[in-house]
């Protein structure tokens, strides 16, 4: 297990060249650049700046320069901040880890049970009312559910601050946004993935034979029934910690996920790359993690399969 | 195995329990809401996004200059009441030679930065310097290419800054030397391109050209205005408090400001509404007509230095007729247009300058005549809008920009029987299209940048960096040549609506409304006068409870 | 890939293999098996009709109003609901009704095709991958996790300035974007299955890789596949408003229910039913389609034919 962890590490970062490299010419290519706007300068203070940031050399003398003070751990300035790319990461990516904590926390919490009960007690009440419920929770999507939440909680009520990242009471708001979303998604997933598994002969068979029902669920049914979860769980993991600009914009929340769509909007080059190399990081991370938890709950899986 | 992982699932909650304790103790002071801070002498200011900067020599945009103004004070500044009218800043008076080409400052001795240190006319010159280094590449730079000199230093020909025209004559006297006769120096002034910075602090933090802006951050700054930079959290707030080096420090009413940046819309009203912010940013066209009903006493429109038009591409059949843009232009319902969709009170504009100066009339030959447009548009070769190819009309991204172009979409094919595609783009892709031309029509804007109608008319010139339109007049580049030099403030004027003339003639652009400035505002925020560029001095503004 | 000797094809000691596999290699009874299944089911049936309906609505419906979707009547603007317009009207004065209509065409359209390109690059994909596994399988993720780390935008940025704007791209750009998370659920799935002594099986058998894939593997990963596709619509539909707010895909004023739904967002606090209606239309479709989506998991489930 560990040659097979160490062996998708030093794949991870064939993938995070492949990625960087990728994605800097990629932004390059798009029209416009970074001190591109409505009012246009004198070219001549154009080029300078071009100059100064070494915009105005060829795009592979451009790369090399990136890629080694990115070996040296610089991700460079920001072309539209007066904090470098470093700074920008390491002051946004915990507000989003943390706020991203709270909505799996939320996700995980309310989509795994609605969705294993769902399952069991197939079209009953307890199926119907619940998965109809997580049905709307999909229909709306977090730049619906998260005005409505800000406009009942925080404007009618007054109970939360409809925007901010100051108090503990900052966090609820955004994290039911997010949260409710993938408890939808989830609680579908897990029903869907649980079914399954309780159509097979041998839970039937174990069931003939008296095998308590918690046994059966827990012992049986979840290992198996929980894999598409797991499967859904790498890319959804990388996605909620790495930040939602929707989600960020309406509370007002200084995350990752402004910087990762703004960085595109603005062609902040060195930003735009900064924050897809951890998204990168991420999600490849989480996919290994997924891979590994998929084994270990499928003893069928071996990690030579994987 | 299951059981494990639930296990492992409780402690990871417990960690994410302490993580999030963790940062509560980092962050939990209090932002108080907009009682509390009425009672705290707090103004809490919604800013649109986020300043990219705080140094007023590289900064762009008019949401840094909202905070830079709070922070720096210029030779002059800008007045509580009236446009015309230039407040004295550090300079307390001034004088110009009898053609307005030399200028002499005399700066108050009381004038302090916010750590002690005088301001002088060292400081000044040393700033105007910087600005103009061409290492610097101040955006903004061709601002101060009316001093004698400064273009070619900052081009790299002149390298003697002492050939510049500006000279420290003493510690408080500072001379400017202008290419040329410039009346309206003084509305040029009030930009914040011509702001002092504090040289030790600059010299400390990179020197001269250093492009990180870390003396800009907390702790770092040192400004001469009413206000001192407290706190930044970027996409968080902004905060600055009262500045007791300021000369004018006794005046000063508030004792800070928070400055949220708040790019949606939606957020800012809710805040508003739910007593988090004391004046927004902006209101969303939408909610005019309800907030006019119910909340008139908090909804303010102030008439704004800005025009809403459309450009031509004069480079492309059809639109090289000028017989078929005219028509295009006479035949949009403005009155409809800004009562129906924009609904904020902005006027309807059938001239491109936005009327705000004494003594300039605006020149058009433009109106409402879709009888004359239909009889152009048959002139043209297109009765009826019979073989009028199928354009297309870009605009960037927005609610607003999409309601205006459907309306004007379709004023066109009520009126002149002609079809044209709507094209939204995302906005450097539209900025990159505009520049090289790659549109038929294109929804555009523009905000004064300074108090004279110069800073709209001095675009259109051949060439010129915002043009955009292909269009090229060499009378209109040779009126607006002779209006920047010229001696009197009527002299002036008369050559610059004469140039608007021919402009409005030849329609390269179509100009649809000017702007109002449209935001809420509590009762309790006292000495917020509209001001067409929608800067006032922060030291007049009060927070009285009721 | 490697089967036990010991398992050949004349051997009786699995059983239920035995069945298993008559029953896919049979395949029209099986689809027939299944289409009967799906129409003794009331909830499915019913959300079935309601499907058809819809695409009535969205497609006939426009034609049957004296409305226009495009032109603006500036006096009419943001009336709530009324005996002339049912759904009001928008910020422009157009009939939210007929808008919701052609706004539909837009949706349906680009859900079903994008979630099916979606569905079939994903399936194929996530099933090759776990079923060949060893190099090719890692190599054919790794490239899976590097098309997911791509900046989006910007690659439709791209996309937008290079190609004419069409609705084909849209599809293309939607289908590329969401097969992704389709690859390794299935993947996932198919890993667990190939392990099973009916794969095992039909290997000794000497099926093609070809055949065990499409008629063994994914046939058994179709219940888990639904529930997702069924997820995948919304995400795509509302994708799409995206897409056109970056200038690819549809240009006003040409709706969707994704842009419709925006801008009831927008305006949920002054105008409600720009929200709620639109809103409505899309959960309906939703629900119809995720209540067919189970009732075909169900027909399609091998396992469940013992019922």
Redesign the interface.
């Known amino acids: 297990m560990f040659k097979f962890i160490l062996y998708r590490l030093l794949q991870t970062l064939l993938v995070l060249w492949v990625i960087v490299t990728v994605t800097f010419f990629l932004v390059r290519l798009a029209p416009g650049d970074p001190f591109s706007a409505e009012r246009s300068m004198p070219s001549h203070v154009k080029e300078r700046l071009m100059q100064h940031y070494g915009l105005d050399q060829p795009a592979w003398v451009q790369y090399g320069n990136y890629v080694s003070s990115l070996l040296q751990g610089d991700l460079g300035p920001s072309y539209t901040q007066s904090r470098n790319v470093n700074q920008i990461l390491a002051q946004t990516f915990p507000v989003s880890l943390e706020l991203g904590a709270w909505a799996l926390l939320i996700a995980l919490c309310i989509g795994l049970p609605v969705g294993v009960v769902a399952a069991v007690y197939r079209n009953t009440r307890l199926d119907y009312v619940p998965m109809s419920m997580a049905m709307v929770g999909i229909c709306l999507p977090t730049f619906v559910l998260g005005p409505l939440l800000a406009l009942f909680f925080g404007v009618w009520l007054n109970w939360f601050n409809v925007s901010g990242w100051f108090g503990p009471h900052d966090r609820v708001l955004p994290a039911l946004t997010i949260g409710l979303v993938y408890a939808a998604v989830i609680a579908r997933i897990t029903r869907g993935g649980m079914l399954e598994i309780l159509t097979r002969d041998f839970i039937r068979t174990a069931r003939a034979k008296g095998v308590p029902f918690h046994t059966i669920i827990f012992k049986h049914t979840l290992r198996g029934g929980l894999l598409p979860v797991v499967s859904y769980m790498g890319p959804a993991l990388a996605g909620v910690i790495s930040g939602s600009f929707v989600v960020e914009t309406i509370f007002q929340i200084p995350g990752l996920g402004r910087e990762f769509v703004s960085s595109a909007f603005n062609r902040d080059y060195t930003l735009v790359l900064g924050t897809v190399i951890v998204y990168a990081a991420l999600i490849t991370l989480a996919n290994l993690l997924v891979d590994i938890v998929q084994v270990l709950l499928n003893p069928r899986i071996r990690f030579e399969d994987s | ?3 494990d ?1 639930l296990s492992n ?1 409780r402690k990871l ?1 417990k960690y ?1 329990l302490v ?2 304790l963790a ?2 103790v980092g ?5 108080p809401n907009a009682d509390q801070a009425v009672e705290q002498g707090i103004l809490l200011k919604g800013n649109g996004a ?1 300043p ?3 140094d007023p020599q590289k900064a ?1 945009g008019v949401t840094e200059n909202k905070v830079i103004s709070a922070l720096i004070e210029g030779l002059v500044t800008y007045h509580p009441t009236d446009d015309n009218e230039a407040e004295p800043g550090v300079a307390e008076s001034w004088e110009a030679n009898e053609d307005s080409s030399v200028w002499t400052f005399h700066l108050r001795d009381n004038a302090r930065w916010s750590n002690g240190d005088p301001v002088t006319a060292h400081d000044f010159v040393y700033s105007y310097q910087r600005m103009l280094t ?2 610097l ?6 601002m101060l290419f009316i001093i004698e000199n400064a273009e070619a230093f ?2 790299g020909t002149v390298s003697d800054f002492s050939e510049v025209g500006v000279e420290a004559l003493d510690d408080h006297t500072l001379r400017i030397q202008l290419v040329g006769p410039t009346p309206y120096f003084l509305g040029i002034l009030q930009h914040y391109a011509w702001s002092p910075v504090h040289q030790p602090t600059i010299e400390a933090h990179g020197g001269m050209t250093d ?4 003396w ?2 907390p702790g770092n700054f040192v400004g001469n205005g009413p206000f001192i930079l407290s706190e930044w ?4 707030l902004l905060r600055v408090e009262r500045n007791p080096y300021y000369w004018d420090a006794e005046r000063v009413a508030l004792n800070g400001i928070i400055f ?1 940046p ?3 819309d ?2 800012e ?3 508003f ?2 007593g ?1 912010l004391h004046v927004t940013n902006t209101v ?1 066209s ?2 005019i ?2 907030l006019r009903r119910t909340q008139p006493e908090r909804l303010r429109m102030d008439p704004y230095l800005a025009t809403y038009y459309y450009r031509f591409n004069t480079t492309r059949p059809p639109l090289d007729d000028v017989r078929v843009r005219r028509a295009l232009a006479l035949a949009v319902n403005r009155q ?1 247009l800004v009562e ?2 924009t609904m904020g009170d902005q006027s309807p504009a059938y001239a491109y300058v936005p009327p705000a100066f004494d003594g300039y009339e605006n020149q058009t030959s433009l109106r409402h005549d879709p009888e004359r447009a239909r009889e152009l548009l048959a002139e043209a070769g297109f009765p009826g809008g019979e073989g009028f190819p199928r354009l297309n009309l870009l605009f960037n ?1 927005l ?1 607003d920009h ?2 205006v ?3 004007i979409v ?1 004023m066109w ?1 009520e009126e002149l029987g002609i079809g044209m ?9 539209y ?3 505009q ?1 090289q031309l790659n549109f038929d029509v294109a929804r555009a ?1 523009w905000v004064g ?1 300074y108090l004279d109608p110069m800073t709209f008319l001095d675009m259109f010139v051949t060439d010129g ?2 043009n955009n339109t292909g269009w090229s007049n060499a009378e209109y580049d040779e009126l607006i040549q002779r209006a920047q030099r010229s001696r009197t403030q009527e002299e002036h004027y008369q050559l610059l609506m004469d140039a608007e003339r021919i402009l409005m003639d030849e329609v390269p652009i179509a100009p649809l409304y000017w702007y109002t400035r449209i935001y809420l505002i509590d009762p309790r925020v006292k000495g917020w006068e509209p001001k067409a560029l929608d800067n006032r001095p922060y030291k007049y503004v009060s927070l009285e409870a009721e | 890939m490697s089967f036990p000797k010991s398992l050949s094809p004349s051997s009786k000691r699995l059983p239920t293999v035995e069945i298993q596999l008559d029953q896919i290699e049979e395949g029209t009874s099986l689809w027939q098996d299944a289409w009967r299944r799906l129409s003794s089911n009331r909830l499915a049936l019913i959300s079935f009709w309601l499907l058809v309906a819809m695409v009535l609505f969205c497609f006939v419906g426009p034609l049957l109003t004296s409305y226009s979707y495009r032109t603006p009547n500036l006096d009419n603007a943001l009336q709530g609901p009324s005996w002339a317009h049912w759904f009001g009207t928008d910020d422009l004065g157009r009939d939210q009704l007929t808008r919701v209509m052609k706004g539909g065409q837009i949706s349906l359209g680009v859900g079903i095709l994008a979630t099916t390109v979606s569905l079939i690059i994903g399936v194929l994909y996530g099933a090759t991958a776990a079923y060949l596994g060893g190099k090719i399988d890692n190599a054919m993720m790794r490239f899976v996790d590097v098309l997911y780390a791509l900046p989006f935008t910007i690659f439709v940025i791209l996309l937008m300035t290079l190609f004419e704007r069409s609705i084909l791209l849209l599809f293309l750009v939607i289908g590329a974007v969401e097969w992704l998370t389709m690859a390794r659920i299935v993947r996932g799935q198919v890993i667990s299955l190939k392990r099973q002594e009916f794969i095992e099986a039909a290997v000794s058998m000497g099926l093609s890789t070809r055949r065990i894939i499409v008629r063994h593997l994914i046939p058994n990963v179709l219940g888990v596949v639904a529930v997702y596709a069924t997820l995948t619509v919304p995400a795509v539909m509302l994708l799409e408003s995206f897409l056109s707010f970056l200038g690819l895909g549809v240009q006003p004023p040409m709706p969707s229910w994704g842009s419709l739904i925006k801008l009831g967002a927008d305006n949920l606090q002054l105008y409600p039913y720009l929200l709620v209606i639109p809103a409505l239309f899309f959960s309906l479709t939703l629900f119809c389609l995720n209540f067919l989506g189970d009732g075909l998991r169900d027909a399609l489930d091998p396992q469940s034919s013992k019922d």
Request: aromatic content about 6%.
């Open positions: 195995m299951v059981t992982w699932s909650g994410l993580l999030a940062s509560w962050c939990g002071d209090r932002i986020e990219r900067t705080l762009t061409p290492e590449a101040a955006e903004y730079v061709n900052n081009r492009q990180s802006g870390t800009t951050l959290r970027p996409n968080q949220f708040i790019s949606d939606n957020t009203r809710r805040m509404d739910s988090q969303r939408n909610d007509p309800n409809r129906r969709v991204t609610e999409r309601k172009a459907e309306a379709s094919n595609q709507l094209e939204n783009k995302e906005w450097m892709v900025l990159a299209d520049s804007g940048d960096g915002n």
